[in-house]
């Protein structure tokens, strides 16, 4: 690596999160995305060394962690836990917010992209539902949500531990900020997602709707199709799964535990009823007070965790996902130019070989596939 080169954070282990490009008022800072990891390189010619960008990093700055309070699983009503990826909570700490006059920061599927959208409007506030297995694209969201806050406004943001830190330290201490960050297990860069669907003829600017997940069932459905079997979900997904393609920092995450950066955090809940309900069951965490009110304005039919299990299925509510020894063979193909389905194939030869035999088994109605 060239040693000339300034990062933010150390360059392989910058989350992507963008609060240095947001808060950078020389245009200084650009993230760089390396497919295995991320860099925030600081161009000397334009720096002032004004410190900002350090400061709001989630990777270098001190961050407040909160232990939970109050453990709870649960869903809300069909219409909306049907689009949801769990339970659908996030969807409706979503509609209550709006509904209680705030806006929503949080990120949605359009025009090929992954982004951060600011809003107060209920409609477009829908397309936020669903899990995207990959890394989102925070754009200017923290400046837009430090602009609103300014008016008075209260803004809910949903996002990444990683991101949620990067609002909190951008924002301090503002009263009209809720934040609820998901449990995370890693993210992929998102030129993964994008050469993926090119090599199955998909160009992703012309999906209008992109999910990677039907509730509790695994896979990329673009414009209602499905890309493979539920039983052998196509690589990207399966990729995802095995924790193989995400950024290098997601394997060191500082937020992956289970004293959290944000008011409420919000998961699966595996372990718990979320193993036998097909429909999708969320799990709840409060941390402070604010997301414990919110959590109580919200209509959800609640249960009691087991805390135990809880912390047990969601491992990353104690530590980063480990890495695991075929990644490196899968990044490799990867970054020489390689099909994620050649990298996959080269670094689980063996696995590769019984999904392909499951396909063609479930094609010709030999095994079902529901
Ligand atoms: C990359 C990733 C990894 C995850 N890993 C785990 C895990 O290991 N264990 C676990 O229990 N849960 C995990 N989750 C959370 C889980 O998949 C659900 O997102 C969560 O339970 C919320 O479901 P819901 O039905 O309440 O949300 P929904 O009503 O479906 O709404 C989803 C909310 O999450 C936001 N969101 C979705 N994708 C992203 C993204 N890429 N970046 C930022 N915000 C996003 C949406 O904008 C929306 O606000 C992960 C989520 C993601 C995105």
Known sequence: ????????????????????????????????????????VIDSSKCVDCGLCSKACPNISPVELHKPFYWAQGWTEPDIRKNSSSGGAASELI?????????????????????????????RAKKFAGSKYVKSNPGNIYNE???????????????????????????????NLYTADLICHGTPSKKILDSYL?????????????????NNSFGLIVDGRRLAPKKAPDNYIWAFLKCSDYTENCYHCRYATSE????????????QLSDTDEDG???ILCQTDKGRYLYGRAMMYSTDVDVVKAKNSNPQLNYPTGKPAEREVLMSKL????????????????????????????KMSIIKDN
Do not use: H
């Open 95 to 123: 509609r209550t917010f709006i509904e209680m006059g705030g806006y929503v920061a949080s990120c949605l599927f359009e025009n090929g992209d992954i982004r951060f959208v600011l809003t107060n409007d209920l409609e």
């Open 260 to 271: 959290r950066v944000s008011d409420i955090t919000l998961g699966d809940a595996w372990g």
């Open 145 to 175: 949500v430090n602009e609103c806050l300014k008016k008075g406004e209260k803004v809910l943001f949903i996002g990444l531990p990683c991101q949620s830190a990067a609002l909190l330290n951008i924002c301090k201490d503002n009263k």
């Open 281 to 283: 069951v969320s799990l």
């Open 1 to 40: 690596m060239n040693t000339d080169i300034r990062t933010v954070c150390d360059s392989n282990l910058c989350t992507g999160c963008k609060a240095c490009e947001n808060v950078c008022r020389k245009n200084a800072v650009e993230v760089i995305d390396n497919l295995d990891s991320y860099s925030a």
């Open 198 to 214: 090119k090599d199955k003829g998909i160009d992703i600017n012309s999906i209008k709707d992109l999910k990677f997940r039907d």
């Open 335 to 362: 970054k020489e130019g390689g099909s994620l389905d050649a990298a996959v194939k080269k670094a689980y030869p063996k696995q590769n070989l019984k999904r392909a035999v499951k396909t063609i088994l479930i």
